[in-house]
């Protein structure tokens, strides 16, 4: 700050020199003074003006490569710096100052070189060894991070920032228990670090052990209101424990501190979606789809399509339009909203053919492509494309057996489920079509075993038990003698 004082003390170091241009000490005071208040050209002037009568003055020349590494003359600085280690190799300033500069500019190799020439003359120098433990963990030398880190706190075992350290590349490492105690042993020596109770918090979190990631996320906050991160993270365990209100309120609170920053947002739409909030979801979607990824906008599209909320994802397709969205699998999702939607029937031709010429379609394109061609009840040529997926997810083997019930292939059916069903037992979709199966090929009685079995495992979706699906009249049987059956209770209950 630039007061009264500060320019009285300006002014009486410019007249000192003005009096003995020669006096080295006056000069090299006004180039401080003029570096400290923040007059960065004027302080390089002057140290100009000193280097150019004594170019060996290594106080001098640490000086002005500092300076000049503040005023961003990064060049400069870097030459300064090797003149230091060229005049006195045995000094730790230029060799220091030189590896933080590589290491700023990601320059790892000679970072090392010079932090390794501390080391060779003071191997205990605290400084050399953190930062050469920062080298290692930058190139992924990980073992090598952790022993230089290591040999540190063994010199000077109350270094708090170096416990961080330790426990950052631990982590780093997956050895989870040892960067736990590295950042409690950081905490013991420095209460106020925030940052160690918050990588504390991920490590418990990533252990489910939630209750406690959320005590270290708390106690970060207290240290820092201002980091967005640590509501999302806040909000994150309140997902995992169920808690939908306080991740709904941490989520909000992540935006509002940093509104252009997704994370917050893509919590508050998983937070909605878990809760069947499908109108919160919209919400926060149409808020960011502008700066959301084609891919994101695609799978946002279909959550709400397989919902069965058309309009709206047809909303979404007209909105990504309207920012020239553009991707593979985005257009695969604008293929299905238009056909479902029954809307851009020409788009839809364009689409699927682009789509069918692609010579290499992801698994995503091939399932879109398959859902389509059932959806024109071209099953054969659905099922021609399902056969060349690398996995098959839930939704695919879905697909599959509705090619099976298109094609009337009612024994493929029944043996593509059973196999289903021998993996996962409580699938309800696989218990519902085997039960399709079983009533086409003429046991009624099996199929109403399996149609309850899906219906008492979580199937919902009751408007597939149609006529079509030969499973009508027993679903209404189920349904009758449910509504028949009566509980008694006891009057002396």
Not at 169 to 196: F, H, M, T, V, W
Not at 295 to 314: D, F, G, M, N, Q
Not at 424 to 451: C, N, R
Request: proline letters at 3%; hydrophobic letters at 40%.
């Amino acid at each position: 700050m630039h007061n009264e004082s500060t320019q009285a003390d300006l002014d009486s170091l410019i007249a000192a020199c003005e009096q003995e241009p020669e006096n080295i000490d006056h000069s090299t005071r006004l180039a401080q003074h003029y570096a400290d208040i923040g007059w960065l050209n004027q302080a390089i002037d002057t140290y100009k003006k000193i280097v150019a009568t004594t170019p060996d003055n290594y106080a001098v020349l640490l000086d002005y490569g500092n300076v000049n590494f503040k005023h961003g003359d990064i060049a400069l600085a870097l030459s300064t710096f090797k003149k230091l280690t060229i005049l006195k190799p045995d000094r730790v300033e230029g060799w220091n100052n030189l590896g933080i500069l590589y290491l700023g500019e990601s320059n790892l190799s000679e970072a090392g070189t010079a932090f390794g020439q501390i080391l060779r003359n003071e191997p205990d120098n605290v400084g050399a060894l953190i930062n050469m433990g920062n080298v290692h963990q930058l190139k992924g030398e990980l073992p090598l991070a952790i022993d230089s880190f290591k040999k540190a706190l063994h010199v000077r075992p109350d270094y708090s920032d170096g416990w961080y350290d330790l426990g950052n590349a631990l982590y780093a490492d997956n050895n989870l228990d040892e960067a736990i105690n590295a950042y409690q042993k950081a905490l013991r020596y420095n209460p106020s670090l925030g940052s160690a109770h918050k990588n504390l918090g991920v490590i418990l979190e990533r252990k489910k052990n939630y209750p406690e990631a959320l005590k270290e996320y708390e106690q970060a906050l207290l240290l820092n209101r201002a980091d967005a991160g640590l509501f999302v993270n806040i909000g994150n365990v309140a997902m995992e424990m169920k808690d939908f209100e306080r991740a709904r309120e941490s989520y909000l609170k992540a935006v509002r501190l940093t509104p252009r920053d997704l994370s917050g947002w893509m919590g508050l739409r998983a937070c909605a979606l878990t809760k069947g909030d499908i109108e919160a979801y919209l919400k926060a979607t149409r808020a960011i789809l502008m700066r959301l990824n084609p891919e994101i906008i695609a799978e946002s599209i279909r959550v709400v399509r397989l919902l069965e909320k058309l309009p709206e994802a047809l909303e979404l397709v007209r909105m990504a339009d309207r920012f020239d969205k553009a991707s593979e699998a985005l257009d695969a999702e604008r293929m299905l909203t238009y056909a479902f939607c029954g809307v851009e029937p020409g788009k839809v031709t364009a689409l699927q053919k682009k789509m069918v010429s692609i010579s290499t379609p992801s698994d995503t394109i091939l399932v879109a492509i398959a859902e389509l061609y059932c959806f024109q009840k071209e099953f054969l040529r659905a099922n021609a494309a399902l056969q060349r997926l690398v996995v098959r997810t839930v939704s695919a083997h879905k697909l599959f057996w509705k090619t099976r019930i298109g094609l009337c292939l009612w024994s493929e059916l029944l043996h593509e489920t059973e196999a289903f069903l021998k993996n996962d037992p409580e699938s309800f979709d696989a218990h519902f079509y085997q039960a399709i199966g079983l009533v086409w090929t003429g046991e009624p009685h099996q199929a109403k075993m399996q149609l309850s079995k899906a219906i008492e495992k979580g199937f919902a979706d009751f408007e597939l038990i149609t006529p079509e699906t030969g499973l009508l009249h027993i679903y209404q049987e189920i349904v009758l003698a449910a509504s028949s059956t009566k509980v008694t209770v006891s009057d002396d209950f």
